[in-house]
């Protein structure tokens, strides 16, 4: 035994002296290359490791909140422990995994599956487990896929808000010009009375906007696009802008121009207004004097463009003095598809009119106004959308034969689906008695119009058969028609020089 310990000690000191002799021939760095060589001879493993944490360094590591929401919104996660979030100003609670909890797979990406779990306790992160053939997915496309949806879900989690500029161009307490308060509009695309076809249409280029960003960059257009809604008075205008807020997830600017006295405050306050918005300006021809140029002055010097020099650039000097309105024409053009319209993307024009026929043909072309869109009256397709919204009646459940009498009736009535939708609210809780009542508010609109029409048509016959006898006259006695033509004018003279004179 006591040899046993003696041979044990000689072996010790021998294995300590080959140490230091080891660590004073070979230097550390060869040591290190040396250990990294025997692990990739010996290792088998078919998997690699990235660690995601929430502090890099010092800041703050914006991956690792793009994981944390893109792990939430994923079914895939079926731990018995999960934690629970809610962030300030989000309409919706998300999950993640707890600590220690097991390895889950969360989705399957290009026949790949990728696995994640948390880090321990001591650090805030996530551990990405793929298969070392598998890494370049990882650099090149999947974590661009995992910001995007983040992106995604942080846009459609986020509470939306309805801004308005203040009053007389005043900033509240942020230096903001916009006020605001929450979105809270219920319309969307399932509830607007509206042909399907043309709502179709609709919702596909709102769709193709919003995923254009690298189309929109290629063909070298500015990120925008504009739509003109037109039509008559309750044809539901407003509520197409807030259906096209809640489909896109975007926040709403209401422009009161009364309340913008200046090109230059027009422009700051374009400046203001955030990516993935909708800044709408509604009745746009009672807003502001913005006339078809081609009615009125048409005579005068205008410019290359045929924009009058008048209403040419900004209000010059005083403009805006004494709360006056100078907003010109060229102004708002430049607001819509100037240089200063480029200093945002992803953002939305709708301006909304009773006349469309009132506005100048410069603020309607394309690449201002892309797509105008007429809010016609009620049709029956639209009738059927009403009823399900209303009353809870799909199409199997309507009757044949009233259906039949409304359908030939409901176009020439002219309803809009305002008017409508106020007959249905009314009965709401007698069904088969709101669409009796809807049947007789139709019949008794059509024959409104169908006198209407009629008056207006013998109207018009008079005050022609009343010119043409007019004409026969000065055909007739041409000096005496003369002689009334130059009485009228020397009156005329008479009443402007005494007009001057006072």
């Known amino acids: 035994m006591k040899e046993f310990w003696s041979s044990l000690a000689s072996l010790l000191g021998v294995l300590a002296f080959c140490q230091s002799i080891l660590h004073a021939v070979f230097p550390p760095e ?9 692990k990739r001879l010996f290792n088998c493993s078919s998997y690699c490791y990235f660690d995601i944490t929430e502090i890099d360094g010092v800041n703050t590591n914006e991956l690792y909140n793009a994981v944390q929401l893109y792990l939430s919104s ?61 890494k370049h997915l990882i650099l090149n496309s999947y974590l661009d896929y995992i910001t995007e949806k983040a992106n995604d879900i942080r846009r459609k989690n986020q509470e939306r808000f309805l801004y308005t500029n203040s009053r007389g161009g005043s ?23 509206m042909d399907p076809t043309t709502k179709k249409e609709i919702m596909d280029d709102l769709r193709d906007f919003s995923n254009g960003q690298t189309f929109y960059q290629k063909t070298g257009r500015a990120w925008k696009r504009g739509y003109l809604l037109y039509g008559p008075p309750g044809t539901g205008k407003s509520s197409m802008i807030a259906a096209m807020a809640n489909f896109l997830g975007y926040d709403v600017y209401d422009l009161e121009l009364t309340e913008v006295h200046t090109n230059s405050e027009l422009r700051k306050l374009l400046m203001k207004t955030s990516s993935k918005s909708i800044i709408v300006i509604e009745d746009i021809d009672c807003s502001i004097n913005l006339g078809n140029r081609k009615k009125s002055n048409s005579g005068g010097r205008q410019g290359y463009d045929g924009t009058p020099h008048e209403m040419r650039g900004g209000g010059g000097a005083g403009a805006g003095e004494d709360g006056v ?110 669409l009796s009542e809807l049947l007789e508010a139709l019949r008794n609109m059509a024959e409104r119009r169908k006198k209407e029409n009629w008056r207006s048509a013998r109207e018009k016959n008079s005050t022609e058969v009343e010119e043409e006898e007019q004409e026969k006259r000065a055909l007739e006695n041409p000096k005496q028609g003369c002689d009334e033509e130059f009485e009228e004018s020397c009156k005329k003279e008479e009443e402007d020089d005494e007009e001057k004179l006072n």
């Open 325 to 434: 309105n100078s907003i010109t024409l060229s102004g708002l053009l430049n607001f819509t598809d100037g240089l200063w319209s480029c200093c945002g993307s992803e953002r939305i024009f709708v301006f909304t009119t009773n006349h469309i026929e009132k506005l100048d043909p410069a603020l309607l072309r394309s690449g201002r106004m892309d797509m105008h869109i007429f809010m016609s009256y009620c049709t029956f397709p639209a009738l059927k959308i009403l009823l399900q919204n209303y009353l809870g009646f799909s199409e199997p459940d309507l009757g044949l034969q009233i259906m039949e009498e409304i359908e030939a009736v409901i176009d020439k009535a002219q309803m809009t689906p305002a008017d409508i939708s106020e007959v249905l609210i009314k009965n709401r809780r007698h069904k088969d008695k709101a």
């Open 74 to 134: 994923s079914a895939s996660i079926t731990g018995s422990r999960l934690s629970l979030t809610r962030a300030l100003n989000s309409s919706s609670t998300t999950f993640g995994l707890s600590n220690n909890d097991s390895l889950h797979v969360v989705t399957q990406r290009q026949s790949q599956t990728f696995s994640w779990r948390p880090l321990p306790e001591e650090k805030r992160g996530f551990t990405l487990r793929i298969k070392k053939g598998d």
């Open 171 to 193: 900033l509240d307490s942020r230096g903001h010009p916009w006020e605001s308060v929450p979105f809270k509009h219920p319309s969307t695309f399932d509830t607007l009375a």
């Open 30 to 38: 060869l040591r290190f290359a040396v250990l990294k060589l025997f």
